[in-house]
């Protein structure tokens, strides 16, 4: 069976992770990768292109980005799902809404089986965000550890088990923390940041989605990707159905560019001009600082165990029917 992820030039340690995870626990599922079959695993990507593979299998996957009638002339089996919402989108049993299969992750070799402490605070932005300047000085300033999602998942991992408290724009970065114990908090920087698939994902775990805005230590970044309406420092809430909601929107209509082609070519030609605008690596620190401070998340761990029991039995269930045919 083929291994379905995310890949991109530029790697995502949540994405990579696939690669890592599943051959170790169901090492039988992928001897034959060629068979016409697909194991869509991690990541937000129902509805993703995935070639000429037929025939797919679902576990843990959750929708957000794609229509998921991009796979309705694919044979689909669906064994679970991330959440809630991707269950509805795809009109399939609520029971099968478990969790994000990163929550086996400690049940592999090749990462921690627990968290340790001392770590300290660690900042994990978007992978996309760490492509704009600042943020290394921001979180200096800040007296905390930078954790580029970029990284490899062994390393990554490894630093996030070992945090005191997680700040988080990379959703894997919040499930990770959340999957070893620590305490974490996530926040926004511009409008690329998919809400519908972190509120899919904290629903199995009883826990609203609150993300703080926080100023990026430069405007480029917002330039391109828009910035949210909301003032920045304001802790937001989403809810099921306003996810559902964000999710259709997304995927109905053309994104509109912030600014003029001509403005973002100014303003990426004059550095000093972002500082004019009120953005810097000292406001981006000052904004982590007091987010640090505020009351962090963490799921229940007896909800955890739950969840990771579950999955795993799903997933040696599904290893077993799939080499029985």
């Known amino acids: 069976m083929r291994l379905i992820h995310y890949r991109k030039s530029v790697p995502n340690f949540g994405d990579d992770l696939n690669v890592d995870l599943w051959p170790a626990l169901v090492p039988d599922l992928f001897a ?17 292109n995935v070639g000429d593979i037929a025939h797919l299998n679902i576990f843990s996957s959750g929708a957000g980005y794609d229509p998921v009638s991009n796979w309705a002339n694919k044979h689909v089996i669906v064994h679970c ?5 991707t269950a509805k989108l795809l009109g399939v049993d609520p029971d099968l809404a478990v969790t994000d299969g990163a929550i086996l ?26 492509g704009f300047p600042g943020w290394a000085e921001a979180c200096a300033l800040a007296g905390f550890a930078l954790i580029d999602p970029r990284g490899t998942p062994a390393n990554v991992i ?5 945090a005191d408290l997680v700040l988080t724009e990379s959703m894997h970065g919040a499930i990770l923390a959340d999957v070893y114990g620590i305490p974490w908090l996530a926040f926004a920087t511009s409008a690329n940041f998919g809400t519908s698939k972190w509120v899919d994902w904290l629903a199995q775990l009883y826990l609203e989605f609150e993300p703080t805005l926080v100023p990026p230590p430069n405007a480029r970044q917002l330039l391109k990707f828009g910035k949210r309406p909301e003032p920045f420092g304001k802790r937001l809430s989403f809810t099921l159905e306003k996810a559902v909601n964000e999710f259709e929107n997304r995927i109905s209509v053309d994104r509109v560019k912030p600014m003029k082609d001509l403005a973002k070519r100014v303003i990426s030609k004059v550095p000093p001009l972002e500082r004019l605008l009120g953005f810097s690596p000292e ?7 007091r987010l640090a401070a505020e009351p962090a998340m963490l799921s229940a ?16 269930t599904t290893q077993r029917d799939v080499l029985r045919g």
């Open 81 to 85: 799902v991330r959440g809630p919402m």
């Open 301 to 316: 761990l007896g909800r955890r165990v739950e969840l990771r029991d579950r999955m795993m039995d799903l997933l040696l």
């Open 158 to 162: 490894a630093k996030i088990a070992s």
């Open 105 to 130: 992750t400690p049940l592999s070799p090749a990462f921690p089986d627990t968290a340790s402490s001392g770590g300290g605070t660690l900042v994990i932005p978007h992978f996309e965000t760490l």
């Open 283 to 289: 406001r981006t620190a000052e904004a982590l600082s």
């Open 32 to 48: 034959e990768p060629d068979d016409g079959r697909g194991f869509v695993g991690i990541g937000t990507i129902i509805g993703m």
